[in-house]
């Protein structure tokens, strides 16, 4: 019964994505394995899971899935756990004076809910105030994209790529909003395919309402090329 208990507890925190801090929580040992060694181990994981639920894993179809499934867990969507592949992203001074925010929106995010290990896809926007530095417009994105790849909670996510380019940029004037699809409520549980869920971290000048305004006027803007 108190085994019973607990796993209540559990997943209802999993449902009200509680976050316990801005930082992804990693064990201490978290990177003792190399890539291949994580793979094959995965790899026998996977193939117990399946092989729990009864498939035949002597199927065409299905014999190489467990392998499919290590690769695409390191090198891919959980990639951003692994500080080496962290993007360098170099700043500029900003000689050309330009004083007004920088708005770079509409960035395709894929990511993963930590609470069950489904998809989260949709948008985020990124703005800063210079105060002096720029960084290249392709490495909001890439920053964007290493956040996104790794088990994560929409909260901690918002907070992370605003804290990521406050270091980069030297200044606290910098805003994120991020909106998207979560298939934990889209394909299971509430099953509602319409909700999207809506975040947003506003940092220095951004907390001032007028700023605000105008960075979400930005996103807004109809973008058709």
Do not use: W
């Amino acid at each position: 019964m108190k085994i019973d208990k607990a796993l209540e507890a559990i997943e209802a925190l999993g449902d009200n994505h509680v976050a316990t801090s801005a930082t992804t929580p990693l064990r201490d040992d978290a990177f003792s394995l190399n890539d291949t060694e994580k793979i094959n181990l995965i790899k026998e994981d996977v193939r117990h899971i399946m092989e729990t639920l009864g498939l035949d894993l002597t199927d065409d179809s299905l014999k190489g899935t467990p392998q499919r499934v290590a690769k695409m867990f390191v090198n891919e969507i959980f990639s951003g756990l692994d500080p080496n592949k962290k993007p360098n992203a170099s700043t500029f001074n900003n000689n050309y004076k330009y004083g007004e925010m920088l708005v770079e929106k509409n960035i395709t995010v894929y990511s993963t809910c930590e609470h069950h290990l489904l998809p989260i896809v949709g948008r985020a926007h990124v703005a800063y105030i210079s105060n002096g530095t720029v960084v290249g417009l392709s490495k909001m994105n890439r920053i964007v994209d290493y956040y996104a790849k790794r088990p994560q909670v929409q909260e901690r996510m918002t907070m992370q790529v605003v804290q990521d380019l406050q270091e980069v940029l030297g200044t606290q004037d910098v805003a994120c909003v991020i909106d998207a699809k979560h298939l934990c409520v889209n394909s299971r549980g509430i099953r509602d395919i319409e909700s999207s869920t809506v975040t947003s971290e506003f940092g220095g000048k951004f907390k001032d309402p007028a700023v605000r305004k105008e960075f979400l006027t930005y996103i807004q803007l109809d973008t058709q090329f």
